[in-house]
């Protein structure tokens, strides 16, 4: 006899409430083993694949690709008993309330799926109780129709991004890429007029109107998060900013001496390496910006390590993944770290948890050519290290106008936890170190 069992939105990250549906990698009918994946979210902080903890067969899904859905709530219906060869519970002839609890640190509360409001014409919502019998319920459409089948485009996180960005209807285009994986160039060509998409509304809520020429994206996943983060630090923590002008010739010649060198073999090392070292070594003699004010218990928490966050722009849009224990780390070792961390970032797969529990951060503006900025503080931070550009400028060394490498730093910190002496302190220590690297071993 079928046993039914519904799968829930896990909390994947403290605090999560909400996630998008990227992608689903099963549809009724398909036969899944424990621990498969079968649906892809976007939650606030990255793209998250899930498992699913039971073996059976797929019934019905419950949600749809670019439907927004609640911690907790069902995303499908599996039969994990399609053989019959279980001993029924007495109960389980009618999937009862109890038989659906999310599991453990699934959530609890009762919840339902939102969908955001669009333009087009009104579509039914998607059940999500139990299905009354045990034959596959194929998933109710939503304009534009996918479809039979249960077929699902098959796209990156990125991809999908910039689809969801210029309006383009994934299941309208083929893949050219193995396995009919649709790549950048499959969306961008649709978008300049290659493939036959006119004016379309995506899958995910994204509406282009042609006669006033605009184009609306919703708010959600990652950009909603970094907006309610970032107001809620402008409007709690009095910021101040200051700013330093340093000659990094010295540091420039020593990245290309160790460049060349067999311990740095390999080794990708840029200025952003020798600015998280710098900020770790400041740190130990300032540690006032490594420190947060914590308005509930009414306490400066000092922390004794530094958990160096780096903001990295994504297709996805601006996350912070950190490098934990930086402080603990060589100058090599940041250097790989900063790799692997922003390779990850770009692929659209920082775990929620790689951008939690920060305690400083580092955000390098010169990548884009732009020479300084007025930072905002991360929460649960109090310090922000804006990096800029380096340029050849004309400086005064022993009296004399030479073409230096200089670059500008800005230093934004919480005036509650670090005074102008302290941050002064700290932003003429990290200049020192990026102006003569042999600085550091007198700290």
Known sequence: MPEYKQFPLSDTAEGLTEADILAWHVKPGDAVTVN????????????????IPWAGVITELLVEVGQTVEVGAPLLTLDVDPDGKAAPAPE?????????KPLVGYGSKAVETKRRARKAAPVAAVAVAAPPAPAPVPVAPVAPVAPAGGYVPLAKPPVRKLAKDLGIDLYALTGTADGGVITREDVERAANGSAPTATVTSTVDTTYDAATRERRVPIKGVRKATAAAMVQSAYTAPHVTEFLTVDVTPMMELREKLKKSREF?????????????????AAKRTPDVNAVWDEAAQEIVYKDYVHLGIAAATPRGLVV?????????SLKQLAVALTELTDVAREGKTTPAAMANGTFTITNVGVFGVDTGTP????????????GAIRDTPWVVDGEIKVRKVMQLSL???????????GSEFLADVGALLADPAVAITY
């Open 36 to 51: 498969q994946i079968v649906v892809e979210v976007e939650t606030a902080k990255a793209a998250v694949e899930l498992p």
């Open 92 to 100: 389980a002839a009618a999937p009862a309330e109890e038989e659906m």
């Open 265 to 281: 073999s390999g080794v990708k090392l840029t200025p952003l390496a020798f600015a998280a070292k710098a900020v770790c070594l």
């Open 376 to 387: 905002i503080i991360n929460p649960g931070e109090s310090a922000i290290l804006a990096v």
């Open 412 to 422: 934004s910190f919480d005036h509650r936890v670090v005074d102008g002496q302290q």
């Open 321 to 329: 993944p950190k490098i934990f224990d930086a402080d603990a780390m």
